[in-house]
């Protein structure tokens, strides 16, 4: 099958279809992969986590520890669970999990992903020239990084290396260790922050089941089959740490507009409240505006997924989620952001505020000329699309541009 491999956006959906407790053939049907790659994909890439040593010949379980460990006991076998020889082939959604005794084994996306791009990683670093090669290469450069000479002077000057191989090629070998200096004394080391590769998992995905084809993969092939949708992108910010507010922001990329609501702090539930609101302040005109609603992940987006849909089951709207940690998927929205902070900067409280002095906020931000709305405001592009009517219904009001102040005292 060509693309067999799976992305991160396919190892989402294949933890969501777990946790769903679908057969291994409907999660292939969903995947559109192969059922022997979900079975490799879930038995290379998941992890482990040790039981109370319960050997699989002896049957008995060991008090004391450490008699199996570095080779004490030459035949014991950890226990494996019967779940491992049927889909999931882990631990996954198994009630027991908490107070079994026996070895356990779990697929998470992030970690599974995490591993197999280093995999990827890993066999590729090898090293393609002889020793006899390298060791001219670290007669020429040692010397001269010593001297406090750059690996670039070195080359240019340097046909002999040139002959063997890039500069690029020599600052990788040097980096790796192959040669005899250290990369601290070129002269322009750059020192980063060393990654352990130790055992701890990346943390779950809390909720994963609102995720089932709501990936940001997902969200781009719906795009690509209904280009002409308006699209919606949903975020908050918070202010300083401990506070019980936050602000929920809904932005219109297409205009770089942003509205938003005054929502608790880290609540699913405030989140949804205010949604809810705004589909019975819209009425049918909400079916008509907000057709695409692409979602962050964090704790208070957890419950997002139920506005789809009314109270009575019928579909109102398509939602998607971002991936996991990554900003950049709601990128306008991110980029509206700074105007707020221009306001309200990072670090600063956001209990005094109000609904009303969010709608303030927001006026003002919309009344900002934009050179990527060719020298016209959201708020005037947003009138000529949508009306007078949605924009009050939403609090937004008309702010002349010479009054527009993105300033602190804006809300003090």
């Known amino acids: 099958m060509r693309q067999a491999k799976l992305g991160l956006d396919d190892r989402i959906n294949l933890q969501a279809a777990i946790a769903k407790n679908l057969s291994l053939k409907e999660a292939a049907k969903l995947l559109k992969k192969s059922r022997s790659t979900i079975y490799r994909e879930i038995v290379n890439n998941c992890y482990y986590k040790e039981g109370r040593h319960s050997c699989a010949h002896c049957q008995k379980q060991c008090q004391v520890k450490d008699r199996f460990k570095k080779g004490a006991c030459e035949q014991f076998q950890a226990r494996s669970c019967h779940r491992w020889k049927k889909f999931p082939y882990t631990c996954n959604g198994c009630e027991k999990s908490n107070y079994c005794r026996q070895e356990k084994r779990y697929y998470n996306c992030i970690e599974a992903h995490n591993r197999s791009e280093l995999n990827k990683k890993v066999s590729r670093t090898f090293r393609q020239i002889s020793d006899d090669d390298l060791l001219i290469i670290d007669q020429i450069v040692s010397p001269g990084v010593e001297k406090g000479q750059s690996l670039y002077h070195i080359y240019q000057n340097s046909s002999r290396l040139q002959a063997i191989c890039s500069e690029r090629t020599i600052r990788r070998y040097l980096y790796r260790g192959y040669l005899s200096t250290t990369p601290f004394k070129l002269p322009r080391y750059a020192r980063y922050r060393r990654k352990h590769d130790g055992e ?71 989140v949804k409240s205010k949604i809810r609101h705004l589909q019975k302040l819209l009425g049918k005109k909400f079916q008509e505006i907000f057709q695409v609603n692409l979602s962050d992940n964090g704790p208070e987006f957890l419950t997002f997924h139920e506005v789809e849909t009314d109270e009575e089951g019928q579909v109102l709207c398509k939602v998607f989620f971002t991936n996991p940690y990554r900003s950049t998927d709601k990128a306008h929205c991110e980029r509206n952001h700074e105007f707020i902070r221009y306001v309200l900067p990072k670090g600063v409280s956001l209990d005094f505020m109000t609904q009303e002095k969010v709608n303030l906020l927001f006026s003002h931000i919309n009344a900002y000329t934009r050179e990527s709305n060719q020298n016209k405001t959201p708020y005037q592009l947003m009138i000529e699309s949508f009306g007078e009517e949605f924009m009050n219904a939403i609090g937004i009001k008309y702010v002349r541009p010479e009054d527009v102040l993105l300033r602190p005292e804006l809300v003090r």
């Open 200 to 270: 701890k998992v990346s943390p779950l995905i809390r909720n994963l089941e609102r995720l089932l084809l709501r990936t940001f993969s997902d969200y781009c092939k719906y795009l690509q089959d209904h280009p002409e949708q308006h699209v919606w992108q949903y975020d908050s910010v918070e202010g300083k740490k401990g506070d019980k507010k936050a602000i929920l922001t809904i932005t219109y990329p297409k205009f770089r507009f942003q509205f938003g609501f005054l929502i608790t702090s880290k609540s699913s539930r405030a």
